[in-house]
């Protein structure tokens, strides 16, 4: 059952406010609203002074830089410019001579439940000896290497000696298939894969080793002269003779002492592959200075770390929340941190709570997604509420991915933080490198399913289409006036993609879309002694899905089913509101043979998206495949997507119909199989 404006609407109503307790504010870093605005201020006043500030006093740099922010080429930004640092040397040497030199870096706990230790200490000298055995297969400054890995020390390790040799990395997440790896090997022409040969998730063995090596043969990859591969398991795989090699042969005899490589400010420590709107995975590129001095900060801001903190992130190395809030931010600010192999479903439901409890946890990051299948799960079966774990070692928790439905947002806040933590609602996407709207768990009245306020320095605004301001109270574009440390810098080997979509010429072509929907409030909550409006999240105004807080674009799954040449002759892919996965896919598909029905619907459907799962990855899967004659297309043929939205949530068709080709196709449509 779907009850997604029920959701809405409970969002528009909601007037419960959290403000933080008196203890909360006294202790935390930025204390207090008045704090935050005092920020905010320093921005306003002098804005190119305020980020130089933070960057002298937040960043180790080997030479310091003299010019803060360049705009000669907007949207081209440049940030630091001419500062030099190693961002591995950020996130390690850094500690060495200080007190986090000897603290537990990572707590490890694997799929089964073995956990190791790796000090700060210990961590240099992995990802030094590494480093090593990067350079001795020749790999440099500037060379791109793919990391296709499970959750673990050993990703992190390899992400960090990327950093440390200049090389620029680009994580592909495991869940995605040979070809979706193949085209991102290719689209950034990396020399190097660093795998494993198997990953470990509830239980199961699943290769990653064949998958790379089915990626690679599927051509164009012959700039991949090494394959690293960590031997996860003792299971066989298939060694490739002089190109492959295991993390035990490629680290033998490698000295654990590297000096880090200093580069330019603005040198691309990764390249991310994410979807939008159209055509390919965009690469999106970004800086070493600037997206290193936000993950450290935001760490310091939004979740207000200290030194005994335990905090634990959630989130895969394969998306931007496992770059910024595990392989870098966490280092960068000397915390200790814990990393999860497995899913959150194994042994049990409870696994999350029981590990908060076994390593005591103090702040916590996870995906709305997941707290609403650990709900379910709770309810369903007590034995995995998190009232059986002692959760007393939380202090904060947060969110990120989706907007979080009030529902959710309750009982996060009432059964894991005990009513006791502030709940950090963090908007930001893969292109903003860091948080850039969320409260502060010290200064911000929490209210449930808003993203509050942007951070200091962050000029987030509500536009319309020709970028003038919206009134508060109205929706409309979500934008970042301003250029910001963190932020994309280009899209790999495509400057006009990245202009084109991020900075419309309509708007002046100097100001960040986000291309999400946004509303803000008129005045701060009621009583709360704030006045500044409150944002919220409508969703993605572009062909994006968020499933799951995956990000999917439509017209990548639509192009994965017509690749299915025998059998697919259309597709149109659109969202619909689920109340799990936030959206739920949903592919409405003209076959090149008759229109099929009943058993064999289900047989083709289910055909359909084991392919989507090969040509993209299980994430991809459509939930809903309907069949139809034909698409609902206007006379000049153009698929009409927003009746194929009210039919994918089996809404009445109240819109104006006149203009279809061929309406009786709407009926068809409406029927499942
Ligand atoms: C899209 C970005 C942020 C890292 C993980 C996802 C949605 C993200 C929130 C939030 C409402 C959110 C937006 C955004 N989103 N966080 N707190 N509230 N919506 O990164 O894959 O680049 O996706 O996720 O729609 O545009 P991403």
Known sequence: MNAPSSAIESVLVENRVFPPSAATVAAARIAGM?????????????YEGFWARLARDNVRWIE?????????SAPFYKWFDDGVLNASANCLDRHIGTPVEHKTAIVFEADDGAVTRVTYRELLARVSQFANALKARGIRKGDRVVIYMPMGVEGVVAMQACARIGATHSVVFGGFSAKALQERIVDAGAVAVITASYQMRGGKELPLKAIVDEGIALGGCESVKTVLVHERTAS???RVAGRDQTFVEALQDRSTECAPEPVGAEHPLFILYTSGSTGRPKGVQHSTGGYLLWAKLTMDWTFDIRPGDVFWCTADIGWITGHTYVAYGPLAAGATQVIFEGVPTYPNAGRFWQMIERHQVSVFYTAPTAIRSLIKAADSDA???????????????GSVGEPINPEAWMWYYTHVGGERCPIVDTFWQT??????ITPLPGATPLVPGSCTLPLPGIMAAIVDETGHDIPDGAGGMLV????????????WGDPDRFVKSYFPEEMGGTIYLAGD?????AGGPAG???????FRITGRIDDVLNVSGHRMGTMEIESALVAKTDLVAEAAVVGRPDDLTGEAICAFVVLKRARPTGEEARQIANELRNWVAKEIGPIAKPKDIRFGDNLPKTRSGKIMRRLLRSIARGEQITQDTSTLENPAILDQLGQTN
């Open 236 to 238: 066989a795989w298939n």
């Open 34 to 46: 008045p704090a935050y605005e005092a920020l905010c201020a320093e921005a306003a006043r002098d």
């Open 480 to 491: 970042i006036k301003r250029p910001w440390p963190s932020m994309i810098r280009t899209i």
């Open 517 to 521: 929907g946004a509303v803000r409030s």
């Open 528 to 534: 709360s002694g704030v006045d500044r409006g409150y």
């Open 431 to 436: 292109e903003t490198g860091g948080h850039v």
């Open 383 to 397: 034995a995995v509420h998190p009232r059986n774990w002692n959760l007393s070692s939380l202090r904060i928790l």
């Open 64 to 72: 310091p830089f003299t010019r803060t922010l360049d705009e000669s």
